[in-house]
């Protein structure tokens, strides 16, 4: 079986060796899911981390198979899907929680909203999305809290004290005080979607967007729309545009502004972070670390100093 050569590098700089076992196991889970609900895996999209592929039951119904690395990460990934059920997300049909398999509504035609050039529009539209998404947090859930992930950051600054690929030392160090001031000073808690941008949202032919792949997150609302921020920045007048989505966020969604950035901040250095591997990082994430600190600089007249 031929995989796409930067999925099987990306779940291998992230998953190590169980990743390795998995990839192998590939063709396995495949055959799998088509005894399983007689259906017939086709060419998978293009992929990241999971195999995603659009598959045609016996009874003609389109569907498409989602094969997830079991663990926690799966497992807050099924419980979100279910708690957002008929709020604009992805329709689950089915599931199995041992092996980490979704079987999900296919959304036709299923175009981005990546692909919509058109960028305050995009950005409408994903606020519309993000207010029908906003769910209390359950009382019982496996779901991780932001606090986690300033954890992480918190590993990351431990283990690269001198600064960590493009990211000086300063830069670390600072983003994770500001980590710490947010998740302390949080006032309300919502179940969150975790990955939400405009790849994970998809054009449905009943004319609504739908969105997918929600990872569960537990934070505050402006945490979740960060990725969105950092995602498809022009080469150009990138300040310009981020200046303008934090704009229509905050207004559409009442949120505040300056925890926004700060968020934005800090979340671009995790996730510029993340993206090390060997010479190579995210240049888009990276970029993203320096616009915050001018949104900052220009909005409140100091440097991000918590
Ligand atoms: N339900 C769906 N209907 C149509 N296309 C889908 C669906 N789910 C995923 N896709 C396509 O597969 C890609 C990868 O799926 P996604 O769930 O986002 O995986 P990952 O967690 O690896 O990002 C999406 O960007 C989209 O193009
Ligand atoms: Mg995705």
């Not at 950092?230 to 505040?256: A, C, H, I, W």
């Not at 993206?275 to 240049?283: E, I």
């Not at 900052?296 to 918590?306: A, P, R």
Request: charged share 25%; aromatic share 10%; proline share 4%.
């Amino acid at each position: 079986m031929k995989l796409q050569e930067q999925f099987v590098r990306n779940v291998r700089h992230c998953f190590k060796e169980r990743g390795d076992i998995w990839l192998n196991k590939l063709p396995d889970l495949i055959r799998y899911c088509e005894q399983k609900w007689s259906l017939r895996i086709e060419e998978p999209y293009s992929l990241s981390i999971n195999y995603v592929a659009p598959a045609k039951k016996v009874n003609g119904q389109e569907v498409v198979v989602k094969l997830c690395l079991p663990g926690d990460d799966f497992l807050a990934e099924l419980e979100a899907l279910q708690l957002f059920q008929d709020r604009g997300i992805v329709q689950l049909l089915a599931f199995d929680q041992e092996q980490g398999i979704l079987i999900l509504e296919k959304i036709l035609p299923g175009q981005e909203l990546a692909d919509v050039t058109d960028d305050e529009a995009a950005c409408l539209i994903a606020a519309d999305l993000f207010k029908n998404l906003m769910t209390e947090v359950p009382k019982k859930t496996r779901i991780g809290t932001t606090k986690k992930r300033e954890e992480k950051l918190r590993e990351i600054v431990k283990s690269h004290p001198h600064g960590l690929g493009p990211i000086s030392r300063v830069r670390l160090k600072n983003a994770l005080k500001v980590f710490t001031y947010l998740n302390a000073t949080i006032e309300r808690h919502w179940l969150l979607h975790g990955d939400f941008h405009p790849y994970n949202i998809l054009l449905s032919n009943d004319g609504n967007w739908k969105v997918i792949d929600p990872k569960g997150l537990l934070g505050e609302a402006e945490y979740d729309l960060i990725q969105f921020l950092l995602n498809k920045l022009p080469e150009d007048g990138s300040y310009e545009v981020m200046k303008n989505r934090v704009d229509v966020f905050t207004q559409q969604l009442q949120l505040n502004k300056k925890r926004m950035i700060l968020w934005g901040y800090c979340h671009a250095v995790l996730a510029t972070s993340w993206s090390v591997n060997g010479t190579q990082y995210s240049t888009s994430f990276f970029k993203g670390i320096g616009i915050f600190e001018r949104l900052f600089t220009e909005y409140y007249g100091t440097d991000i100093d918590i």
